[in-house]
């Protein structure tokens, strides 16, 4: 066990729909990441957030967006979903802001299945 | 960001030591090199990390090339739970938009 919650563990929505996925991180960690994982493009990061504010953007759409709260839990929000967009998402945190000497903690991860 | 190449997948028995390489030419200075593994079904999870050194730790060693261009992650004994699939990461902040890419596939067999 990572110390990483996601909920929930699968969601199955319809395209146009729009969904919050959610990410509580290791007690005492302030980084949240997510990443995108689908079977032809890999492991993806999209966006980190440092102790409530956004650090860096990778390929995230404009369709998703997310944000950490003062208790430092984070959502990532999906909307006017496409089939494409049916991938595992997870969530990562780590103690401080990210740097090369830190270990990355990952959760189980969301399952997402756009009809 | 630097390019890694690994092979992709390896093979070995059972209480047998497992070298896996990697190939990161490209490396800066500061980078550090990751290693992430993702068993089945799982969330990747971290093995080990180095910047010059070899490393230990519990779960496996880091062996570092002296030119930073190369390094070799060896299970020492592998279990059948060491069968996933094995990332090098080189890098300076978990920010940057890298991909995990293919990594390496490990099969244990009984």
């Known amino acids: 066990d990572s110390g990483v919650t996601q909920t929930p563990k699968h969601l199955i929505t319809a395209t146009g729909q729009r969904v919050t996925l959610r990410c509580s991180p290791r007690?005492?960690?302030?980084?949240v990441y997510w990443y995108q994982q689908s079977l032809d493009q890999g492991l993806q990061f999209l966006i980190h957030y440092y102790n409530g504010e956004e650090r860096a953007k990778g390929n995230i759409l404009e369709r998703f967006s997310a944000q950490q709260f003062p208790d430092l839990h984070s959502e990532l929000n999906l909307s006017s979903l496409e089939l494409g967009d049916s991938a595992l998402y997870f969530c990562?945190?780590?103690?401080?802001?990210?740097?090369?000497?830190?270990?990355?903690?990952f959760g189980s991860g969301t399952q997402l299945s756009v009809l | 960001d630097a390019k890694t190449t690994q092979p992709n997948s390896m093979e070995s028995n059972e209480e047998e030591p497992v070298h896996l390489p990697c190939n990161h030419s490209?490396?800066?200075?500061?980078?550090?090199i990751h290693w992430y593994r993702q068993l089945p079904s799982q969330g990747p999870e971290y093995v080990i990390h180095?910047?010059?050194s070899n490393v230990n730790n519990r779960m496996a060693s880091l062996a570092i090339a002296e030119d930073r261009k190369s390094s070799t992650l060896i299970l020492h004994r592998a279990t059948l739970r060491d069968a996933a699939v094995y990332y090098c990461i080189p890098l300076f902040n978990y920010g940057q938009n890298f991909v995990f890419g293919p990594g390496t596939r490990l099969s244990v067999l009984p």
């Open positions: 990562a945190s780590s103690v401080t802001q990210g740097w090369g000497d830190e270990k990355l903690f």
């Open positions: 007690s005492g960690d302030l980084s």
């Open positions: 490209t490396i800066s200075g500061t980078d550090y």
């Open positions: 180095g910047l010059t």
